[in-house]
């Protein structure tokens, strides 16, 4: 399946977007002409203690490709993670996936990261998936990377692979039923996702957010792992 990330069609955005996003814009697209089954913003925030236990499962596997146990993943570890796990992406994406979730920028992937790396090729992967089989190594949490996709096509009105100001304050008055109060709440919880201040949210914004909404933070080093 390498060479997925390569082949990029023209987005619809105002700023210059790079290779590896523009792939993520266009798998959302396809996957919101599906459309969700999420009905409400707060049929996801119901969700939350079960993606929060799945999710920590997943602490294992991160600590098994942490080769030297210095808390982080470099890129070497995450090739041989790709490897074990029978994820095919060629050197070039890998390191794409690698300087785009390595938010910090030193060089070391931490859970959260980890994390968001997995639901992105979850997502990405479903460009060249074949109904029926698995789209990656691990099964147990496709439902809850799926649960997440679901949560973004739901936000995603339009259907363009970003998630608008507007879409927000409609997401959350869709929940609290047009309550004087949901623009305050959608701005504070789309001041949290738009990470870079362009009035747009992507897939990866979107994951880092809800990893701080759960409780996982950048320094969510070798904790034990809650219920």
């Known amino acids: 399946m390498g060479g997925m990330i390569g082949k990029t069609e023209t987005v619809k955005h105002t700023t210059q977007v790079s290779k590896l996003e523009a792939e993520m814009v266009n798998a959302m697209q396809r996957r919101a002409a599906e459309g969700s089954s999420m009905k409400s913003f707060n049929s996801l925030i119901l969700k939350f203690p079960k993606i929060d236990e799945n999710l920590r499962k997943c602490r294992s596997i991160f600590q098994q490709f942490d080769e030297d146990s210095n808390g982080a993943i470099d890129q070497e570890e995450l090739k041989h993670c790709f490897i074990k796990l029978e994820i095919s992406?060629?050197?070039?994406?890998?390191?794409?996936?690698?300087?785009a979730c390595d938010i910090n920028k030193d060089m070391g992937m931490k859970f959260n990261e980890f994390i968001v790396l997995l639901c992105l090729v979850y997502l990405l992967k479903e460009l060249g998936a074949v109904h029926g089989k698995r789209r990656m190594g691990l099964p147990d949490l496709e439902a809850t990377f799926e649960t997440l996709v679901e949560a973004f096509v739901f936000l995603d009105k339009n259907k363009d692979g970003y998630v608008s100001r507007n879409e927000m304050v409609q997401a959350i008055n869709e929940t609290v039923g047009g309550e004087r109060s949901s623009g305050r709440i959608a701005m504070r919880r789309f001041e949290e996702m738009d990470w870079d201040k362009n009035g747009m949210v992507t897939f990866k914004e979107f994951l880092f957010a809800f990893t701080r909404w759960i409780g996982f933070e950048d320094n969510d080093d070798d904790e034990d792992d809650e219920e």
């Open 89 to 99: 992406f060629t050197e070039d994406e890998i390191s794409d996936l690698f300087e």
